[in-house]
C-alpha cells in the first residue's frame, strides 16, 4: 500500500467538504498524519475550491481543524 501524498490528503478533504463533510474527520487525520510525516505546520488551502468561500465559511473551518490539531491557511 502506497503512502498518502499531502496533495492526495488535501483532495480527500475538499471532496470530503463538497460531499456534506462525509468522513471529514477521518480525512483530517489522515491530512494530519501526512502533515506530521513531511515536518509541516499548516496546510495551506484554496480558497476557491471550497463550498462556502466566505469569511464566515473560511473562519469556521479553520475553528473546527485547529481543534483537531492543524492551522489552516488560505493561499491568496
Do not use: C, W
Not at 515536518?39 to 473551518?61: C, D, H, I, S, Y
Not at 479553520?62 to 483537531?68: L, M, T
Amino acid at each position: 500500500m502506497t503512502e498518502l501524498t499531502l496533495t492526495e490528503a488535501m483532495d480527500n478533504v475538499y471532496a470530503s467538504i463538497r460531499a456534506d463533510n462525509l468522513d471529514l474527520n477521518t480525512h483530517i487525520a489522515a491530512l494530519k498524519a501526512v502533515m506530521t510525516r513531511d515536518g509541516l505546520t499548516e496546510a495551506v488551502f484554496e480558497p476557491g475550491k471550497l463550498a462556502q468561500n466566505n469569511r464566515q465559511g473560511r473562519k469556521l473551518m479553520q475553528s473546527y481543524f485547529r481543534k483537531r490539531g492543524i492551522d489552516v491557511v488560505f493561499a491568496a
